[in-house]
Nanobody
Framework: QVQLVESGGGLVQAGGSLRLSCVVS????????MGWYRQAPGKQRELVAT???????NYADSVKGRGTISRDNTKNTVYLQMNSLKPEDTAVYYC????????????????WGQGTQVTVSS
């Protein structure tokens, strides 16, 4: 089974930084787009940043200039560097990946991690 495991979350003061990591493991032929979403209490899950296999990126307006998404294909890992953190960034951050399991069908499936809590104190 494909698994996505996030790490790097925690408690940080406003203005600080965190780097989130997500490792994808299991039966994998290829990983296409990867990304990060977050869900704050009482709010819908929202996109934070995505990165394609060609390393094209896009960011939510709220994190532009503060967040950087990157990936290491040799480690099946995606990262999210967050700087100048604000209390509004407090949320559970979920890793997302579009994974091709079978080299025969090349069908893409969506997988989610369990999430890592980011809490930014003021």
């Amino acid at each position: 089974q494909v698994q996505l495991v996030e790490s790097g979350g925690g408690l940080v003061q406003a203005g600080g930084s965190l780097r989130l990591s997500c490792v994808v493991s299991g039966t994998i032929f290829s990983i296409n787009a990867m990304g990060w979403y977050r869900q704050a209490p009482g709010k819908q899950r929202e996109l934070v940043a995505t990165i394609t296999s060609g390393e094209s990126t896009n960011y939510a307006d709220s994190v532009k200039g503060r967040g950087t998404i990157s990936r290491d294909n040799t480690k099946n890992t995606v990262y999210l560097q967050m700087n100048s953190l604000k209390p509004e960034d407090t949320a559970v951050y979920y890793c997302h990946a579009q994974v091709v399991i079978s080299p025969r069908t090349l069908v893409e499936y969506t997988f989610w991690g369990q999430g890592t809590q980011v809490t930014v104190s003021s």
